[in-house]
């Protein structure tokens, strides 16, 4: 079975500071990638996906995230956040061709931005 | 694309009351749907597999009887909490599951924000 831990439970940043959010999982096969956000009061969002392809990834409001496959890794970066990316974020991955396929969370990580 | 919707967004009942949720995949089939739990300040614990026409696969440690899910067509899929408790106050967020070319992908509703008085 498939597993997503994120290191950082709380993060602190002052406006314009550059991002980084690790995620690392745990899965033999191939996976699908995803970082979620969610917004104070609001629902969940999809940021930015890796199915396949450049193991680089560019989502919305310019976050990236990079696959690093013999690190287990998809961190999240950002290079200049802003005050209104204060939200949680949440790591995600599922395996790509099981049909037991089932999308597990990681415990998420709450980015403060300091205006 | 793929769009999922609940209903109700919000629901506030008694404690001892049922409660049904709708999780409808609105432009695809899903034979496959999730119910996830969401506490407050907490990620996303995924409660049950529901699939269409045969019984949901529950997670450990979630109660079967409590949370009941039909999955009666391939659009809709329901989660009935029984006997409600205020600790069964949540936000609950169901996604639907699309197979293309080959591969895996789910698409998640905008989640019921369940308060049990």
């Known amino acids: 079975a498939q597993s997503v831990s994120q290191h950082n439970h709380h993060v602190i940043l002052s406006e314009a500071a550059s991002l980084e959010l690790g995620c690392n999982y745990s899965y033999g096969g191939t996976v699908n990638l995803f970082w979620y956000v969610q917004y104070p009061g609001q629902h969940l969002q999809l940021l930015l996906k890796?199915?396949?392809?450049?193991?680089l990834v560019k989502g919305i409001k310019g976050f990236e995230a990079e696959f690093i496959k013999s690190k287990f890794s998809f961190n999240l970066r950002k290079p200049s956040v802003q005050w209104s990316d204060t939200a949680e974020y949440f790591c995600a991955v599922n395996a790509r061709y099981s049909s037991a396929s089932k999308i597990i969370f990681g415990s998420g990580t709450r980015l403060s931005i300091r205006p | 694309g793929a769009v999922v919707s609940q209903h109700p967004s919000r629901v506030i009942c008694k404690s001892g009351t049922s409660v049904k949720i709708e999780c409808r995949s609105l432009d695809f089939q899903a034979t496959t749907m999730f119910w996830y739990r969401q506490f407050p300040k907490k990620s996303l614990m995924l409660m049950a597999t529901s699939n269409e026409g045969s019984k949901a696969t529950y997670e450990q440690g979630v109660e079967k009887d409590k949370f009941l899910i039909n999955h009666a067509s391939l659009t809709l899929s329901t989660l009935t909490v029984t006997s409600a408790h205020p600790e069964d106050s949540s936000f609950y967020i169901c996604?639907?599951?699309?197979?293309?070319?080959?591969?895996?992908?789910?698409?998640f509703g905008p989640g019921t924000r369940l308060t049990v008085t």
């Open positions: 996604s639907a599951r699309r197979i293309r070319g080959g591969s895996y992908e789910q698409y």
């Open positions: 890796y199915f396949s392809g450049d193991p």
